[in-house]
């Protein structure tokens, strides 16, 4: 069974605090990716990762940066944290999917359990 | 950029009702689809998806897919559901080669079965 882990389930911080929120995935897998769940609004994608050291922005990359020192580890970080970036954050890993020449299409995305984040 | 729409935010039904939720997309090249499922208080997981081959797909628990190509649509049915089925259900679109890894999902539709 893939697992995809995240260091807290519940956070409360201050507005203009750093935060780190921290993703381990056991799997191996080359891709993983930063959303955050707000209702109605689905998941919006903030940073993916396709390789170590690699990153590309997302659909809501602004007040947000992210770090994947290693294969199974991907931080999301906000630099300093506002009220409207209260919300459900939520990782996921996959494996790479290869169509034609490009090996960096995704294919099933597993999610860890997600961080409630609240920014008073 | 490419959007994905789920017609209805909320469903309510009796339980051995039949479901069927929308989800429309707006790229008009290759994609891969999926639809993923969040039952309360657990992780998001993949309920099915379309690659290639036959536009009928089946999933776990007796889910199915349609994928109109004509239509940009990918709908999920169920003939009969449990109380069990109640969840948060997402559509989700990989448009190939013009984004790479990047999965674009609709808002989501919470559906409620009453036992």
């Known amino acids: 069974d893939v697992k995809v882990t995240q260091s807290s389930r519940y956070l409360v911080k201050r507005t203009g605090e750093k935060v780190f929120l921290e993703c381990v995935q056991d799997?191996?897998?080359?891709?993983m990716f930063w959303y955050r769940q707000d209702p109605g609004l689905g998941l919006r994608l903030i940073y993916f990762s396709y390789d170590v050291k690699m990153k590309e922005k997302g659909d809501i990359p602004e007040g947000y940066s992210v770090s994947r020192e290693k294969k199974e580890r991907f931080s999301l970080i906000l630099e300093s944290a506002s009220t409207n970036q209260t919300s459900m954050y939520l990782c996921?890993?996959?494996?790479?999917?290869?169509?034609?020449?490009?090996?960096?299409?995704?294919?099933?995305?597993?999610f860890g359990p997600g961080t409630r984040l609240t920014v008073l | 950029a490419q959007s994905v729409s789920q017609h209805n935010h909320h469903v309510i039904l009796s339980e051995a009702a039949s479901l069927e939720l929308g989800c429309n997309y707006s790229?008009?090249?290759?994609?891969?689809l999926f639809w993923y499922v969040q039952y309360p208080g657990q992780h998001l997981q993949l309920l099915l998806k379309?690659?290639?081959?036959?536009?009928l797909v089946k999933g776990i628990k007796g889910f199915e897919a349609e994928f109109i190509k004509s239509k940009f649509s990918f709908n999920l049915r169920k003939p009969s559901v449990q109380w069990s089925d109640t969840a948060e259900y997402f559509c989700?679109?990989?448009?190939?080669?013009?984004?790479?890894?990047?999965?674009?999902f609709g808002g989501g539709t919470r559906v409620l079965v009453k036992p």
């Open positions: 989700a679109v990989n448009p190939l080669k013009a984004a790479g890894n990047k999965l674009t």
């Open positions: 379309y690659f290639s081959g036959d536009p």
């Open positions: 790229y008009g090249g290759t994609v891969n």
């Open positions: 996921a890993s996959s494996e790479a999917y290869r169509w034609g020449t490009d090996l960096r299409n995704t294919d099933t995305q597993y």
């Open positions: 799997m191996d897998h080359e891709n």
